[in-house]
């Protein structure tokens, strides 16, 4: 996880059906990313039209909209049993 990089504007937000209905937006660059728990209400706040990044050696994800970034850091807490 920390060594991901992606960064794109969000075209489509959607539950994939044919991926076990894996939260998943795609970005307007063609590339795509799927929502885990790990970033705790996230999926709520993403709408078409926002920025998200995250950047390599980081596990932290950042969804910016109209110039304001919110930081949304990883919570592996999601998979304690």
């Not at 992606?6 to 307007?28: L, M």
């Not at 920025?51 to 970034?69: A, F, H, P």
Request: glycine letters at 12%; hydrophobic letters at 25%.
């Amino acid at each position: 996880m920390k060594k991901e990089h992606f960064s794109g504007r969000v075209a489509k937000k959607y539950e994939d059906e044919k991926n076990h209905a894996e939260r998943t937006i795609d970005f307007e660059n063609g590339g795509g990313y799927l929502i885990g728990g790990e970033y705790r209400g996230l999926w709520s706040e993403i709408q078409i039209g926002d920025t998200v990044c995250k950047r390599s050696g980081s596990n932290d994800l950042y969804l910016i909209r109209d110039g304001d970034s919110i930081v949304y850091p990883l919570d592996c807490t999601v998979y304690d049993d």
